[in-house]
């Protein structure tokens, strides 16, 4: 899944940001369709460099999930006296949980990486989930029954499936010399920076990542004696 902010205003919002450059491209290179003269600052010597456009691909998934418990109701513990019959227990209230949707990424930058692993962070966010958060809000309507000796408590869970996943498109390296311009002012001739090309190929691959995603989710009564 792609952000949405146009491709050429993701690398101008890049080059003001980058700690070596303090200009915008000029005009005629914003324009540019498939080709990207970048600083190193820009760059940072990355063989690929991503941008808005650049997805996130799930290649591969886990055919199981796993239950990610993120509520304990342990304040709501319960015991059935091992000395009598079995005890029926709903708890029957609301409980509002928050809790990340996808958790555990990791993220190899491949032909991304850099001095500096600039692209990192970027990355990260790409990763299906990742950085978001939401509620479950469950009522405990069904209950459970509990055998004699047994204690119980509720609890809140979120169903996981673990998936993997690479990157798809971005500026690939020319490795062709060129210079970027520092001024778009005409009073000010400003420098020319030396540079390399970049020519944008949406359909490259690079990099993995992997990540816990939420599937599902649900609620249950921990029994234990």
């Not at 418990?69 to 029926?88: A, E, Q, S, V």
């Not at 691959?205 to 939420?214: A, L």
Request: glycine share 8%.
């Amino acid at each position: 899944m792609g952000l949405k902010a146009p491709r050429n205003a993701w690398m101008l919002r890049a080059a003001a940001l980058a700690a070596a450059t303090c200009c915008l491209f000029p005009v005629s290179q914003a324009q540019a369709a498939s080709d990207l003269c970048m600083t190193t600052a820009m760059s940072d010597n990355a063989n690929i460099v991503p941008d808005q456009s650049t997805q996130s691909v799930i290649r591969q998934q886990a055919a199981n999930t796993w239950q990610d418990w993120i509520w304990r109701g342990t304040d709501y513990l319960r015991y059935c006296d091992k000395k009598g019959d079995p005890c029926p227990y709903t708890w029957g209230h609301t409980h509002s949980t928050e809790f990340n949707v996808s958790v555990g990424g990791n993220v190899n930058l491949g032909n991304a990486k850099s001095p500096h692993d600039k692209w990192y962070n970027a990355l990260l966010t790409l990763i299906p989930g990742m950085g978001k958060t939401s509620t479950d809000e469950t009522t405990f309507t069904v209950g459970v029954t509990m055998k004699p000796g047994q204690y119980a408590y509720p609890y809140q869970y979120i169903e996981r499936r673990w998936m993997q996943g690479n990157y798809k498109g971005g500026w690939v390296r020319q490795n062709v010399g060129c210079s970027v311009h520092t001024s778009s002012n005409p009073r000010h001739p400003g420098t020319n920076v030396p540079g390399t090309m970049y020519h944008w190929d949406p359909n490259v691959t690079f990099g993995d990542w992997t990540t816990n995603k939420e599937v599902g989710r649900g609620y249950s009564y921990y029994l234990y004696y």
